[in-house]
DNA sequence: TATGAATGAGACTTCATTCAT
DNA sequence: CATGAATGAAGTCTCATTCAT
């Protein structure tokens, strides 16, 4: 009775517990990005988040949990960006299309090494990227193929890898390397148009 | 600047030489590459390279400076291999030189991600990355500037920042992905060409 | 002596009327039966009687004074039944009064395991031993006392301690195994007449 | 490799070694003794034997370890001293038999408290009671059997299973109670003979 | 008064590192 | 030098208890 329960974050009941978990979710975000999965300590996660270690356990009951709950959120946010550039997809030229993935990746640009540490990193959370990054693929190739219905799945696919490699690169440029996103846009355009 | 930490690996100089060293720096790679930094043990890494643990410390004092050997090597080998281009950067079409970049990442797929956890990810390692990722990409400038006499210096550095991450989708490839890495070589192409 | 403790449940007097009260005691007698006193905690026994845990210590400001409460309450039961002996005890035979022992243990085994968690082996309430069991071993003389006029006060003290141990037994059979109870009153029968 | 092996405290190779585990071993029996399964502290055994917490989860990798190591420590001496009873037990009268079992048991009195926590009252280790406890039971059954050939098996497990508790009370005895163990041998042997 | 979120001491356990043999 | 036992700081997690609502 309660002990069978599959382990999930707590949802807050009070008011009081939306902030707290807002809180230690950012903590979170830091301490991973930071330090790694290993390296983060719950402890530090909840120093930084001003919240008691027994209340950080109240809302996720451990490390992974927490960790999951990071991706979750991460994944949501894409998702629904994502989301509004398919709905954009048809008809968009090459370059619309370019310049949607880019901008859509600095609007992410926030949640930078999250994605990079816990969807695409981590050994644990490895079965996990299948339902989550392979969630994100589907999504890019439904948009590849709505944009561009010359291609067929398998180039889609492919195109798909490439693509989200390439624009991820906007999340790990510096203030002062902006001008690399314009040289992504210009390399994506050339590879929707020729392939 | 860089150089000369405290603590060092014993006997550096003929670190090869000795088959120990070698057989730990690859049970260090394994379980690096498995694990990441923290999750890492040197108890693990002993085991696995048959030492017993007392000697592994004999050999690296700690863990950070046996990660960092094993970054040095990973650079050593780079920069012999980018060394390689270099001298036959010159006169190089801009296909073959796009060639040449995916080939050597290829072959250095065996490190994959070891680059990866050890020069990208570790907060304790991110100065050190200064030293040897700035190395690699001082080279790839080089290479660039040598091969495309055209490219001023700031171009030449904006190009490198894309065609090393550009180029580092390969080392994540699966097996059936292979065709993609001929997408990079294409993209990579155009990139030389047009600007 | 041994009363009147700093902290004591609230209104200990009417204990039994509160309904609360005797679901919080129905589960701790459950919950320290399964898992012991450490084992035993006060989340699980608040939720065990549907009590809010705030509510549970209002009751009983602590885990020990819970305890304590559940082996008052058990002294209370047990007393009662040895005085019901008691009051038959003179002109019992010996046969009679095995018999009469034995039942009243039998009739006890609901709390089975509560006494021994409680009163036998934790530590902490090992004083109180002195209070409680001391109590119990006090009557189980008496009782002896008026039924064999023979025994003096020595004498009677020794038996009692191998009586009640002895009848233990009883609690701990398995249906399967009822017909041993016969064996421990027909021991004591022989014990009762042969002294 | 290093996770899949069954989990069971590491045989010292170092003289030393030896000397620890029998400390800690010690210490542990003292602890558990006075504190419960639950109630006993890996910190406290630490202290108490004066190994560092470190060497003591070497030798004994979780709690469940190290109480089940001083189990079957248990079990090794009780069978040993049953193995001498039943080696004698071939004409051994009523009144031998007796006085053998008590004297068998006055001997594990240092031992005393463990059986009752470890191998009797603690919920975890129950299933190892089937295999400890009951090659107790059957040691005994084939000694009553011996002593007294005209039992058959059905009544030797009922009379096993009385002489056992019964045996068991001379462990609780104070020093001013020893006259006790005198009647709990005159109850055997006439439980013994009448039977 | 009832509720359950918050708190933090302390338990178990791991592992980098040291050091006696 | 090699070995592996010893050490203890630090991390994860639990739970008795308090307190704001």
Redesign the interface.
Known sequence: ??TASPVTPLAPKRRRGHLRVAAILEAAEQVFA??????ATMTEIAARSKTAIGSLYRFFPNKEVLAEALAADYVEKVLESLGAIAEKARGMSARQLAEALVDYRMRMKEHRRVV??LLE???GLREKRGGLGGLLRAHLISILRTALPHLDQAGAE??A??TE??V??VN??SPG?Q??AD??I??LE??FT?R
């Not at 930071?34 to 390296?39: C, H, I, S, T, V």
């Open positions: 009775m309660s930071e330090k790694g999965f290993e390296g990079f540490l990193a981590r050994g492919r195109m890898r490439l490699h390439l991820r690169l790990e440029l390397e001008a690399v040289d992504v210009d390399l050339f590879y020729k």
